[in-house]
């Protein structure tokens, strides 16, 4: 009913920067909120950055100021804007959004199919 794609994982130098992509289509009524997670190889997913329908912006403390997540509300997309790049931000780097969807009207929440992002030292 929802998908997502996400564009814009690759490799890159310690210092660079990527920008990921997901786009969400599907029936949509509306999104409640927009995000990006990560998992490393032997590693629990984590959150890496949120943003809800009203606004705001959460961070995990260790992407916080190197990191910004964006939407286009018109186009249902989230970006994260990624600089200062790590070799500990190697991740799979999923999209996550929570849905109300349409037919029959209910909340969802969906995942990407992940994005490799491996950082070099």
């Known amino acids: 009913q929802v998908q997502l794609v996400e564009s814009g994982g690759g490799l890159v130098q310690a210092g660079g920067s990527l920008r990921l992509s997901c786009a969400a289509s599907g029936s949509i009524f509306s999104i409640k909120s927009m995000g990006w997670y990560r998992q490393a190889p032997g590693k629990q997913r984590e959150l890496v950055a949120t943003s809800t329908s009203g606004g705001s912006a959460n961070y995990a403390d260790s992407v916080k100021g190197r990191f910004t997540i964006s939407r286009d509300n018109a186009k249902n997309t989230v970006y994260l804007q990624m600089n200062s790049l790590k070799p500990e931000d190697t991740a799979v780097y999923y999209c996550?959004?929570?849905?109300?969807?349409?037919?029959?009207?209910?909340?969802?929440?969906?995942w990407g199919q992940g994005t490799l992002v491996t950082v070099s030292s």
């Open positions: 996550n959004i929570r849905v109300v969807v349409t037919t029959p009207v209910r909340n969802l929440e969906v």
